[in-house]
């Protein structure tokens, strides 16, 4: 986790934030995910769900931070992960509207695949693996 930074400020990594959650993959193997919180921050924003397959990193829910997930839960195959919903004028502390809940689907060619786009508040700030 610790290799993903930043686009902007390569100093700024991710750590876990949350126990991570395994499910079956439906063929005999596991499907990891894990929050990670961006270090540093002042405020606990910034995060991106981390997937893996085995013992194999998958990639992201984005490749662009969100302010806060809120929980992560998962079934044969998949996982939810709830985010938190800003409006476009809320403050940090205050999110308005509902949190949207996106289904992450295992697919047999080895990739997630999501059912739906995941709120952002203000920028988004990307982020890349460092080799």
Not at 4 to 9: H, N, S
Not at 12 to 19: I, L, N, P, V, Y
Not at 98 to 124: C, K, L, M, N
């Amino acid at each position: 986790m610790t290799r993903t930074v930043e686009v902007a400020d390569p100093s700024t990594h991710f750590t876990g934030d949350s126990r991570p959650v395994t499910t079956s993959d439906r063929h005999g193997g596991d499907l990891t995910a894990v929050v990670g919180q961006r270090i540093p921050t002042a405020d606990g924003k910034g995060q991106l769900v981390f997937f893996w397959h085995g013992t194999t990193f998958i990639g992201w829910d984005a490749v662009t931070e969100t302010d806060s997930i809120r929980r992560i839960t998962a079934g044969p195959g998949y996982f939810t992960v709830t985010y938190t919903h800003y409006a476009a004028k809320d403050p940090m502390c205050c999110a308005s509207l509902p949190p949207v809940t996106i289904t992450y689907a295992w697919q047999d060619s080895g990739r997630f695949v999501p059912s739906g786009e995941i709120p952002h508040h203000g920028d988004p700030i990307r982020v890349k693996l460092l080799s």
